[in-house]
């Protein structure tokens, strides 16, 4: 169903990319994502083939007009209730979130290391990241104490690790192969 997914998360990112609302577009998506991940009323009545699409359709409205979002966003929904894809809701939103990022030029880098590091340590690491990759880069920062000492950086599929635990086993490798 990734697949599925990835239709729909291009089709509405073509359309808030198109009329330059691709930030409140996403929050709003957001916003939805979570009413809908908690309220199981709501995912029930959406994804009933009894409940007919009008009926799917002035739920959504109501909701739309709450969450104060967009057309884009109520035309989407509508389509996804039409079409019976409510049940990917919370992927499709993933999916989007990926999608945005890809298109505006913007990787998420998560970088893990054995201390807390300073703001301008931070930065530097932002400011590397960006030009080894040629990509804005959005940052989560996380502690993990078995490195012992540098870090872990992951984007995308792609793992650069700088930690001392690393060096270690490769020194290890080295001196076994001797």
Avoid: C
Avoid at 74 to 83: C, Q, V
């Amino acid at each position: 169903m990734k697949s599925a997914s990835l239709q729909y998360a291009n089709a509405l990112a073509d359309v808030a990319l198109a009329q330059g609302a691709a930030e409140p577009t996403s929050k709003q998506l957001n916003d939805f994502g979570t009413t809908y991940t908690q309220s199981a009323e709501l995912r029930t009545f959406l994804a009933s083939p009894a409940v007919t699409p009008e009926d799917k359709h002035a739920v959504i409205e109501k909701l739309v007009k709450r969450l104060g979002a967009s057309k884009i966003l109520r035309n989407f929904l509508f389509l996804i209730a039409d079409h019976h894809r409510t049940h990917l809701v919370p992927e499709i939103i993933e999916t989007f979130q990926e999608v945005l990022r890809q298109r505006q030029g913007i990787a998420e880098a998560e970088i893990s290391s054995a201390v807390e590091l300073s703001a301008a340590q931070k930065k530097e690491f932002a400011a590397t990241l960006a030009r080894l990759t040629g990509k804005k880069i959005e940052t989560k920062y996380s502690l993990d104490p078995a490195l012992l000492g540098g870090a872990v950086v992951r984007i995308g599929d792609t793992i650069y690790d700088g930690s001392l635990r690393n060096r270690l086993n490769e020194l290890r490798t080295r001196l076994a192969a001797e």
